[in-house]
């Protein structure tokens, strides 16, 4: 008896929601980058710390945290394919910059707790992709030696393709 009351009572609180999606009806569009935009990016992230003799990978996930492209550049270890990752879900999970996150764990203004989050991993290198200040999607770069270093390679990557965001 108590299960079949919660149950209805959790039905009835979520009726509401239910009848407010039926009345937005269609489909759901969300802008995320082409896959020339994807792989011209990645090759750029890479590019841009290979020529300070970093080897990288970089990838871009979209706003769900979906992989969208990989690129693991010449010698860069296989932890990379993890980190890279890890700094692009964490960016996209908070909207910005990991650099920026990093420094507001180290200030306390982030509770410690935040970091125990599946895939959240509060390390400078994910850099968010935005349009008309919204966040499209997020490119990771991991493997240089300092999460600083990595958040260059990622802005030198959003710098090239910032013009054909649209």
């Known amino acids: 008896m108590k299960i079949s009351m919660m149950c209805f009572a959790l039905a009835a609180a979520g009726a509401p929601m239910m ?38 990978t970089a990838v871009i996930v979209d706003t769900g945290g979906v992989r969208q492209g990989v690129l693991r550049g010449d010698g860069a ?16 999970t908070y909207r910005e910059d990991t650099i920026d996150l990093s420094e507001r764990l180290k200030d ?27 966040t499209i999607g997020v490119i990771g770069v991991g493997g240089a030696p300092g999460g600083d270093k990595d958040t260059v390679c990622a802005r030198a990557a959003v710098d090239k393709i910032k013009d054909r965001m649209k």
């Open 77 to 92: 270890s296989i932890h990379t394919m993890d980190s890279s990752f890890l700094k692009a879900y964490t960016s996209v």
């Open 108 to 134: 306390g203004q982030m509770a410690p707790l935040q970091t125990k989050l599946p895939n959240v991993a509060i390390a400078a290198g994910g850099v968010a992709l935005k349009v008309n200040g919204a």
């Open 19 to 56: 009848a407010g999606s039926a009345s937005a009806q269609g489909l759901v569009t969300e802008p995320r980058l082409s896959s020339t935009l994807v792989v011209e990016a990645l090759g750029a992230a890479v590019e841009a710390c290979a020529k300070q003799g970093y080897k990288v």
